[in-house]
Nanobody, 120 residues
């Protein structure tokens, strides 16, 4: 099985910074892509940032220039550096990966979510 564990969520003041981490473990043969999504109360889940194994990145329009996604190649870990946080960034943040568990089988996996609250 594949498990994702997020950490780093916290209460932070507007304009502050926060770094989220996501560690993947289990029967991972190859990770195709890693990403962060978020869901605020009453809203649909939206893409925050994504990173492919080839190094290409994608960011949601609302976080461009403020958030940065990165990975630690030596480990199955992805990070989300969040700067200039705004109250609108308040949400539960979910880590997701698309990974092969064998040479021929792949699926999408999700973490349990970590709460980020931006408030004074």
């Amino acid at each position: 099985q594949v498990q994702l564990v997020e950490s780093g969520g916290a209460l932070v003041q507007p304009g502050g910074s926060l770094r989220l981490s996501c560690a993947a473990s289990g029967n991972i043969f190859h990770i195709v892509a890693m990403g962060w999504y978020r869901q605020a109360p009453g809203k649909q889940r939206e893409l925050v940032a994504a990173l492919t194994s080839g190094g290409s990145t994608t960011y949601g329009d609302s976080v461009k220039g403020r958030f940065t996604i990165s990975r630690e190649n030596a480990k199955n870990t992805v990070y989300l550096q969040m700067n200039s946080l705004e109250p609108e960034d308040t949400a539960v943040y979910y880590c997701s990966i698309r990974a092969y568990t064998s040479a021929i089988s792949w699926d999408d996996y999700w973490g349990q979510g970590t709460q980020v609250t931006v408030s004074s």
